[in-house]
C-alpha cells in the first residue's frame, strides 16, 4: 500500500523558513517522479514544485515559489523534502507531498494528508 | 497553461448525469504518441484528493466505471453517469503537459 506521510509544518513569521518531510513507502521510491502541490484554506489545488525520479532528479517549479523554494529527494531514505525559504503570508497552505505515475513528472496518483504551514506575525 | 473548468458548481439529482467541463488555453496533446496530458481528481471534504483519470479517458484501478474522461486537445469533460451520494465533491482538472502542472480552478458537486 502506498504511504505518504509529510510533516514539518507549523507557524512561522514572514520571511522565516521551514522544510517539510515526506515519508514514502509501498512502492519503489527512487523509481517515480514527485511533487509537492498546496492548497490555501478554502481554495483549490496548485502545483508547487517537482522532481524527477529514475535517478535525473530534474527540478520543476511554480513560479510563485521560483528561488524561494527548493525540492530535493533522497533515494535511499525513501524522502522527499521542500525547503521553504522568505516564507511569504500567501504560502500559508495545506502542501500536500504527492507521488506521479512515472519517473517523469506526470499525473499525481496518490497524495498524502498534507501538513499545515502557517505564515502570520 | 491556464485550465478552466465549468461550471464552478452542479447540483445533480441522484441517479442523473452529471458533466464537468475543463478547458486548457493551449493544447495537451502530445503529437508524438497521440495521448493527451490531463488528468482529473476528485477532493471529498477533509480529505487530500484522489485521482480519478488520467491521459484524458484512462479510469484509475478502483475507480467506479460511472466516471468517464473524453475530450482532447484543449476541451475535456468528466461524466459521471449515474451520480451517488459518495459522489458529492469537488472535482479539478489538471494538466501535465508542460511545467508548473496546472489546475483547473475546481467544480463543486452537489445533491
Known amino acids: 500500500e502506498v504511504q505518504l506521510v509529510e510533516s514539518g509544518g507549523g507557524l512561522v513569521q514572514p520571511g522565516g523558513s521551514l522544510r517539510l518531510t515526506c515519508a514514502a513507502s509501498?512502492?519503489?521510491?527512487?523509481?517515480?517522479?514527485m511533487s509537492w502541490v498546496r492548497q490555501a484554506p478554502g481554495k483549490g489545488l496548485e502545483w508547487v514544485a517537482g522532481?524527477?525520479?529514475?535517478?535525473?532528479?530534474?527540478?520543476y517549479y511554480a513560479g510563485s515559489v521560483m528561488g524561494r523554494f527548493a525540492i530535493s529527494r533522497d533515494d535511499s531514505r525513501n524522502t522527499l523534502y521542500l525547503q521553504m525559504n522568505s516564507l511569504r503570508v500567501d504560502d500559508t497552505a495545506l502542501y500536500y507531498c504527492a507521488k506521479t505515475g512515472s519517473s517523469s513528472i506526470t499525473w499525481t496518483d496518490y497524495w498524502g494528508q498534507g501538513t499545515l504551514v502557517t505564515v502570520s506575525s | 497553461i491556464v485550465m478552466t473548468q465549468s461550471p464552478d458548481s452542479l447540483a445533480v439529482s441522484l441517479g442523473e448525469r452529471a458533466t464537468i467541463s475543463c478547458k486548457s488555453s493551449?493544447?495537451?496533446?502530445?503529437?508524438?504518441?497521440?495521448?493527451?496530458?490531463l488528468a482529473w481528481h476528485q477532493q471529498k471534504p477533509g480529505q487530500p484528493p484522489k485521482l480519478l483519470i488520467y491521459?484524458?479517458?484512462t479510469r484509475e484501478a478502483g475507480v467506479p466505471d460511472r466516471f468517464s474522461g473524453s475530450g482532447s486537445g484543449t476541451d475535456f469533460t468528466l461524466t459521471i453517469s449515474s451520480l451517488q451520494a459518495e459522489d458529492v465533491a469537488v472535482y479539478y482538472c489538471?494538466?501535465?503537459?508542460?511545467?508548473?502542472?496546472?489546475f483547473g480552478q475546481g467544480t463543486e458537486l452537489q445533491i
Open positions: 489538471q494538466q501535465y503537459y508542460s511545467t508548473p502542472h496546472s
Open positions: 509501498g512502492f519503489i521510491f527512487s523509481d517515480y517522479g
Open positions: 491521459w484524458a479517458s
Open positions: 493551449q493544447s495537451v496533446l502530445y503529437s508524438s504518441n497521440n495521448k493527451n496530458y
Open positions: 522532481i524527477r525520479g529514475g535517478g535525473e532528479e530534474n527540478k
